[in-house]
């Protein structure tokens, strides 16, 4: 079946220019993540959505960060402002429901110039 | 803050069982040990998850020590297309908090 779908698959923007990133997850999944990667370091969480509401936003780094689910299906990882630090692969992740095992797109590669 | 320990490399020759290993000695009774891997320029890929029983499935096997506190990832017969970073991960059962917490991982090379 169809898995995460993550769009677009890579963005370069200019820095201090605005960004979306999309996410459309599993059907039927609940929860919805998102983590970013930068080169040779692990995935690091961002957020979390359990329906609509963000459950856990603690890894948002500041507030050019933010993300909505506003139907409880399809997100969208919004940064305002970007900076050339901000350039690092987003990938989304959704679950059945919240302790359920995390299904991981493929990611979004930002390169901030 | 990662809760687990992971070497940082290893090798497999090809056909042969990869054995990864990872610590986790501060573990509570309720978080789950899971693994997961990550291909070049793909997401992380679930593999497995336990609790205190050893669990298989048509990927892998789980080994948990009587303690909990370290676990072992079994590939029976490793191919090439196993070459990728594994992750092994605790993670609290049940509740608010179900995010995962990824360390470094161990970059599994599997040698032809």
């Known amino acids: 079946g169809a898995g995460v779908s993550q769009t677009p698959s890579n963005k370069v923007t200019e820095k201090g220019k605005y960004v979306e990133l999309r996410c459309d997850p599993i059907?039927?999944?609940?929860?919805l993540y998102w983590y970013r990667q930068s080169l040779g370091q692990g995935p690091e969480f961002l957020i979390y959505f359990q329906g609509t509401g963000a459950a856990d936003d603690s890894g948002l780094p500041n507030d050019r960060f933010f993300a909505v689910r506003p139907e409880g299906s399809v997100s969208t990882l919004k940064i305002q402002r970007t900076e050339r630090g901000d350039s690092a692969v987003y990938l989304c992740a959704s679950s059945r429901q919240g302790n359920s095992p995390l299904h991981f797109g493929n990611g979004t590669r930002l390169t901030v110039t | 803050d990662a809760k687990t320990t992971q070497p940082p490399s290893m090798d497999c020759a090809e056909g042969r069982a990869a054995n990864l290993p990872c610590n986790h000695s501060t573990i509570s009774g309720n978080e789950y040990v899971y693994w997961y891997r990550q291909i070049h320029s793909q997401g992380p890929q679930y593999i497995i998850h336990g609790l205190k029983n050893n669990e298989t499935n048509e990927m892998a096997s789980l080994i948990i020590t009587e303690d909990r506190k370290s676990s072992t990832l079994i590939l029976p017969h490793a191919t090439l297309r196993d070459t990728a970073v594994y992750y092994c991960?605790?993670?609290?059962?049940?509740?608010?908090?179900?995010?995962?917490?990824f360390g470094t991982g161990t970059l599994l090379a599997v040698q032809p």
């Open positions: 059907s039927g999944h609940t929860a």
């Open positions: 991960i605790v993670r609290v059962g049940g509740g608010a908090t179900n995010k995962l917490i």
